[in-house]
């Protein structure tokens, strides 16, 4: 078995812990190269929620083989669930965040149940639909949700430690190494995950259901629990989108946005571990700056998005890593 | 003793009978040959015993169980594996991690986050008997996908190896091959009967590899059972002659 006759790896090939050596280099140093080129620290904060949500979703694209246009539903959900327990419940970030999980994970895990039959575009379509109810809900419900107006009122609350309290609510600094502590936990959670007999499991319906189920792997199961898993990590991206804007809108839980996650995942390489980092941080930063520029932001990602998968159709951070380097 | 019965099964789809009224019995450790005219259903009876579809009539009873409406998974669990005419591989995945899919799924690890010493190198034994097995050992890091034709079959019979199982269903095994990696593939089948005494049921149109390998051959045409026997018998029965080679004016 010790046998590991690799192919020949091109000579640019990006070995995947160099990628994770240079994607953690990067994040942790944030606050320092970020403001040389002209960015600002709640910018990435943005990459980092935005590359959460799409790496959770990635679960189920890249590495299950099912796709889902509506998991903005469940980010949505998570803004919304830390939201209303910051303002109803307590002061309590992590309460907030436990909240989000909870409300937009049991949305994902028992409307999973009603679809893990479906697939392709029969998935597809259903996720849509739920997407779209969570959205109404959220916009009619204007005495609990402040319905088109978004739900204010709110603000983080500090981190207590114990030993030591982090002002995650004034400073950006902090706040932004608060996420990325957040992040570098779910991250690790979904890579630990992905390394397991239940990833290589997802993985082996991604290939070829027919060949998994005659191997004795109960699909429909296995689906759902990947779609649960991937609905609770967005909704975690989704309850630190609340944290970072102290607001949640309706359209955390649009179509719209939906369609931007699934953009993320396949721009920056739905096969590569970091691929959906890699496209959020574009999709964030080319979003920050065209729009500065023109409301017509979205036609300039729309563009670098055919022209990627035209020319890189295994995503960018995906050719930059070369084949079977997953 | 009896490994598999099937009992006058009949497979209708609208108003074309696909399989009619066929029966067989496999004793264990038996290598069967299913042969057959292209159209004679013989993709149809064995998608019915692997629970692709049940039958429309009929039984079928897997070492002394009932198993004609039993889901896949748990014919699985009985110890029932299957290839595919068309090779069905993970085919960006190297021949290593096939097989591991395989071992995980029969050591019923496959919902695991996390594998103990004990249980890891259980899986690291199972992959290396299904690898030396099929001749792949030292193919274990390369991607299925990027093999040959004929390699890509043996990674999908050690896939299916991996279950242990107790019937191995093989549907032309040696289909699109050349006469190498036909010789190749029909050798490992042997091996599999001989040395290691699998129970195998295979559709095969190679008649050589038929001949050669099977203890007993199941003849179908249009559905229907033309004959049941020996290699030999079936080679001197007339209806078959005539099945395969056109009606002697």
Not at chain 1, 194 to 218: D, H, Q, W
Not at chain 1, 231 to 242: D, E, N, Q, R, V
Not at chain 2, 75 to 101: D, H, K, S, W, Y
Not at chain 2, 237 to 249: D, I, S, T, W
Request: hydrophobic share 50%; charged share 15%; aromatic share 10%.
């Amino acid at each position: 078995m010790s046998a590991t006759t690799a192919v020949p790896a091109p000579a640019l090939s990006l070995r995947p812990w160099l990628t994770a050596a240079i994607v953690w280099g990067l994040l942790l140093t944030v606050p320092f190269w970020l403001p040389l080129v002209g960015g600002y620290t709640a910018l990435a904060a943005r990459v980092l929620v935005m590359g959460l949500a799409a790496m959770s979703f990635n679960l189920l694209l890249g590495f299950t083989g099912q796709m889902s246009f509506g998991h903005a539903a469940y980010f949505g959900l998570g803004a919304y669930g830390a939201g209303l327990s910051l303002k109803y419940l307590a002061a309590s970030t992590p309460l907030a965040m436990l909240m989000g999980v909870l409300l937009g994970g049991l949305a994902g895990t028992l409307f999973g149940l009603l679809i893990v039959r479906r697939r392709g575009v029969y998935f597809a379509m259903v996720t849509v639909a739920f997407g779209q109810i969570a959205f109404y809900i959220a916009y009619s419900w204007n005495s609990l949700t402040g319905g088109y107006d978004g739900l204010r009122g709110f603000v983080r609350a500090p981190i207590n430690l114990g030993f030591t309290t982090v002002d995650i609510a004034n400073n950006d600094i902090a706040f932004y190494y608060f996420l990325l502590v957040v992040f570098g936990i779910a991250v690790g959670l979904l890579g630990l995950l992905l390394a397991s007999p239940f990833g290589r499991t997802l993985l082996a319906i991604r290939e070829n259901e027919r060949r998994a189920r005659f191997l004795g792997i109960p699909i429909e199961r296995h689906i759902w629990l990947s779609f649960s898993i991937s609905c609770a990590f967005t909704a975690l991206a989704g309850s630190l989108y609340a944290l970072l804007n102290n607001f949640a809108d309706p359209m955390g839980l649009h179509y719209s946005l939906s369609g931007e996650i699934v953009i993320m995942a396949v721009m920056g390489g739905m096969r590569a571990f970091w691929g959906p980092l890699v496209g959020a941080a574009l999709f964030v930063v080319v979003q920050d700056y065209i729009s500065s520029m023109t409301v017509n932001w979205m036609s300039f990602v729309g563009l670098i998005f055919v022209l990627v998968v035209l020319f890189f159709p295994r995503g960018l951070l995906g050719m930059l890593q070369g084949r079977g380097s997953q | 003793m009896t490994m598999l019965d099937v009992r006058g099964v009949t497979k209708q789809f609208g108003s074309l009978v696909a399989v009619s009224e066929v029966s067989m019995l496999v004793a264990p450790g038996e290598l069967r040959a299913i042969i057959g005219p292209n159209g004679a259903g013989k993709t149809t009876f064995f998608n019915m015993i692997s629970g692709f579809f049940p039958p429309t009539r009929g039984e079928i009873v897997f070492d002394g169980t009932t198993i004609t409406r039993m889901p896949v998974a748990a014919r699985v669990a009985m110890g029932m594996a299957r290839t595919f005419q068309i090779t069905e591989i993970f085919p960006e995945l190297t021949v290593g991690q096939n097989v591991r899919i395989g071992v995980e799924s029969a050591l019923g690890l496959r919902q695991r986050v996390w594998l103990g010493g004990r249980d890891a190198a259980a899986v690291r034994q199972g992959i290396e008997e299904a690898l030396v097995m099929t001749g792949l050992a030292s193919k274990a890091g390369r991607l299925v996908g990027e093999l040959s034709h004929g390699d890509q079959r043996a990674a999908e019979i050690a896939t299916a190896l991996t279950l242990k199982p107790r019937l191995l269903l093989l549907d032309e095994p040696t289909a699109g091959m050349g006469e190498h990696e036909t010789y190749a593939v029909a050798n490992l089948i042997r091996r599999l009967h001989r040395n290691s005494s699998y129970t195998i049921v295979l559709i095969e149109h190679d008649m050589r590899v038929v001949f050669n390998l099977a203890d007993k051959i199941t003849v179908l045409t249009e559905g229907k059972l033309l004959a049941e026997g020996t290699p030999a018998e079936i080679a001197d029965n007339p209806a078959v002659q005539e099945a395969y080679l056109g009606k002697a004016e």
